[in-house]
């Protein structure tokens, strides 16, 4: 939601496709998030800038090489999911929340496959709970965008929003922001 609120141009148009693809429901049905597209990539463009957890650590079953280091077996290494996901090598203005990188052709995807976006780790030991949290964040998020129109508090603007986080076993916003719901009544 700060992400959104910070960038209006994005929030109105997923607002727009949520709204445009419920028109008449009074409530939300799985079968209609399959239509939102634009919705999905805010959810990946989210998770690419914010990541569940900033690192993910394994051990290394076997001596190997690393870039030129010796990684001997039993080594524990972190993996900075939140730097991969900001790396200009595989990100075009990888500190700008743009959610159309998501969509089209070629579309990179959490599962652990694109290692360049790792938002739930990688491998055997990808988080078990992943289509569960996918589907929840759908459903919370459309329902947000589809039952309320949403302002900033008084005095803030959207280019004014603090995103600044802070790192610990999840990453968190360091300031709160407190929005003001309107309830949006469906004709």
């Given at each position: 939601?700060?992400?959104l609120?910070?960038?209006?141009?994005?929030?109105?148009?997923?607002?727009?496709?949520?709204r445009?693809v419920l028109t008449?429901?009074?409530?939300?049905?799985?079968s209609?998030?399959?239509?939102?597209?634009?919705?999905?990539?805010?959810?990946?463009?989210?998770?690419?800038?914010?990541?569940?957890?900033?690192?993910?650590?394994?051990?290394c079953?076997?001596?190997?090489?690393?870039?030129?280091y010796?990684?001997?077996r039993?080594?524990?290494?972190?993996?900075?999911?939140?730097?991969?996901?900001?790396?200009?090598?595989?990100?075009?203005?990888?500190?700008?929340?743009?959610?159309?990188?998501?969509?089209?052709?070629?579309?990179?995807d959490?599962r652990?496959?694109?290692?360049?976006?790792?938002?739930f780790?990688?491998g055997?030991r990808?988080?078990?709970?992943?289509?569960?949290?996918?589907?929840?964040?759908?459903?919370?998020l459309?329902?947000?965008?589809?039952h309320?129109?949403w302002?900033l508090?008084?005095?803030?603007?959207?280019?004014?929003?603090?995103?600044?986080e802070?790192?610990g076993?999840?990453?968190?916003?360091k300031?709160?922001?407190?929005?003001?719901?309107i309830?949006?009544?469906?004709?």
């Open positions: 939601m700060t992400e609120m910070a960038n209006p141009r994005v929030m109105l148009r997923v607002q727009s496709e949520t445009s008449g429901q009074a409530t939300i049905q799985d209609a998030l399959k239509d939102m597209d634009y919705l999905k990539a805010v959810i990946k463009e989210t998770l690419r800038l914010h990541p569940p957890a900033s690192f993910f650590t394994r051990v079953l076997q001596d190997c090489k690393i870039h030129g010796d990684v001997p039993g080594t524990t290494v972190l993996t900075n999911i939140w730097a991969v996901s900001r790396d200009p090598k595989y990100w075009d203005e990888p500190e700008m929340f743009k959610p159309e990188r998501f969509e089209g052709d070629g579309d990179v959490f652990g496959m694109d290692f360049e976006f790792t938002p780790g990688v055997r990808i988080c078990p709970g992943i289509d569960f949290a996918h589907a929840s964040i759908e459903m919370a459309a329902s947000l965008l589809y309320f129109d302002d508090p008084k005095g803030v603007e959207p280019e004014k929003i603090d995103m600044t802070v790192f076993a999840t990453l968190n916003r300031a709160d922001l407190f929005l003001h719901p309830p949006y009544v469906h004709l």
